[in-house]
């Protein structure tokens, strides 16, 4: 009973960031990355004595893209295991069910993955969720801004029937007819966020002969997709005339899919190894970060997902310190306004909605000399904050 009656003053010894993330299944090969983003800068903090004199100790749960399941092991993080602040949860249907679980029990969330705006909507928002990751209202106006350069007039949209893809759709359609009246939208397919047949869907849109395409195809499910889609001759079809946002060009989709990835069709990232900012600071500190995530995973070409884990943890961590205490509302009023210099450059997390103005790059996919498998490229970042009211 001695050692019993010890355990919660040891764990009161370390800091205990929660990451409900998941760790299994399609949506894995970009959780994993992001896990990894927070582990890595944790282990940063802790080389350099820690986090207000205490090490910081990642306590991941693998929350299997399901909300139920997200919630379940988002309350028994903060419950049983006690973590000070919760960092994670991906798709736009589970974080804004853990953030009511964060509102519930009075817990930071730094939600790295949701994109969804209704996460921290007027309605919804309350003093513990904050985005790390982008928007639905950023991505969907940067995609329809580049769309609206093409001499194109018939426009679809392929997306997810949930949160995440009914938003980017809407916002991208609306922003698009703003910038082009001219353009047509002339067929929209809303499959299953879990869908293994997309045949039908595509051959549906194909049959309206649209002349570009929007898809936001996510959650780990772009891989099925597009090699269904090359067989029916769809990207050909489109004249390559497709972009694909979630992760569709993410380093992860790109080396997954390899030679088998439609090379033409233009795609987002949060990150790319090739991506070379303009700014010489930023792209000292871009260069650096790669070299130490090189170490750190062991890939020549790391992962996109990275630096998001390692991002909310920048940004949970200088809340911390400017607050000076680990009380979830004194480090929640730390963030609102907080602006860092960042492996993407200088970002601040908006204190009206809790919005990192994170911005993303852009590209073609195409084949370039001495790496394995397609890249983005040329790569264009595109700044969120003037995209976000």
Not at 170 to 181: E, N, S
Not at 260 to 268: H, L, R
Not at 323 to 331: E, F, P
Request: glycine letters at 6%; a positive charge.
């Amino acid at each position: 009973m001695a050692a019993l009656s010890l355990a919660p003053a040891v764990a009161q010894e370390k800091i205990r960031i929660g990451v409900p993330l998941p760790l299994s299944g399609t949506s894995a090969q970009f959780c994993e990355p992001m896990l990894k983003g927070v582990q890595m800068y944790a282990e940063e903090l802790n080389a350099k004595g820690g986090l207000l004199g205490k090490k910081i100790e990642i306590v991941a749960r693998d929350s299997k893209a399901k909300p139920e399941e997200a919630v379940r092991v988002a309350r028994e993080l903060i419950v049983r295991e006690r973590v000070n602040f919760l960092v994670g949860t991906f798709t736009s249907a589970e974080g804004p069910a853990v953030s009511e679980i964060a509102k519930e029990n009075k817990t930071v969330l730094m939600a790295l993955g949701p994109k969804t705006d209704r996460l921290t909507a007027p309605e919804a928002l309350h003093p513990y969720v904050f985005r790390v990751s982008a928007n639905t209202t950023t991505e969907g106006r940067a995609a329809a801004a580049l769309m609206a350069r093409w001499k194109v007039t018939r426009v679809a949209t392929i997306a997810p029937d949930f949160a995440y893809g009914q938003d980017g759709v809407k916002v991208f359609v609306a922003h698009l007819k703003k910038l082009r009246p001219d353009i047509q939208i002339v067929d929209q397919q809303w499959p299953k966020i879990t869908e293994s047949d997309y045949t039908p869907f595509i051959t549906a849109q194909k049959a309206a002969k649209p002349e570009a395409v929007f898809s936001i195809i996510c959650c780990g499910q772009f891989t099925p997709f597009a090699k269904q889609a090359n067989g029916l001759g769809y990207f050909k079809a489109l004249n390559n005339n497709f972009i694909a946002v979630a992760e569709g060009g993410s380093i992860e989709s790109l080396r997954s899919l390899g030679a088998e990835y439609p090379v033409g069709i233009w795609g987002n990232s949060y990150d790319a190894f090739n991506y070379k900012p303009q700014d010489p600071a930023v792209a000292k500190a871009h260069s650096d970060f790669l070299a130490k995530v090189r170490t750190f995973t062991k890939e020549q070409y790391p992962a996109s997902w990275v630096v998001s884990g390692y991002l909310g943890m920048q940004y949970l961590s200088e809340a911390v310190k400017k607050a000076n205490s680990l009380d979830s509302s004194k480090v929640s009023a730390a963030l609102k306004g907080l602006t860092l210099d960042t492996p993407m450059g200088k970002l601040t997390m908006r204190a009206k909605d809790q919005q990192l103005t994170r911005g993303m790059v852009w590209g073609q996919a195409k084949i370039v000399k001495d790496v394995p498998f397609p890249v983005l490229d040329p790569i264009e970042y595109i700044d969120a904050a003037p995209l976000m009211d």
